[in-house]
């Protein structure tokens, strides 16, 4: 839980409490919006946690959706 408050300061620019907050969400449903952004900046975002997760070994899930 403490890994996935920490990407969300450091690469959502998150406070610690909002970032809590998204992190209990996604405990108990699964899933949050951490943030909407151009395509480009999200493919980038997903990239950059997805690597940061496997480079410490987490099996953490970033994925972007396009908006409706």
């Known amino acids: 839980m403490e890994f ?3 990407i969300l300061e450091r690469f959502f620019g998150m406070n ?14 699964g899933v949050a919006v951490v943030g909407v952004f151009s395509h480009e900046i999200a493919e980038t975002k997903v990239g ?9 070994q987490h099996p953490l899930q ?7």
Do not use: G, N, P, Y
């Open 48 to 56: 950059q946690v997805m690597d940061f997760a496997r480079r410490h």
């Open 16 to 29: 610690h409490s909002q970032a809590f907050e998204v992190m209990l969400t996604v405990h108990k449903r």
């Open 62 to 68: 970033c994925t972007m959706e396009k908006e409706d």
């Open 4 to 6: 996935v408050v920490h």
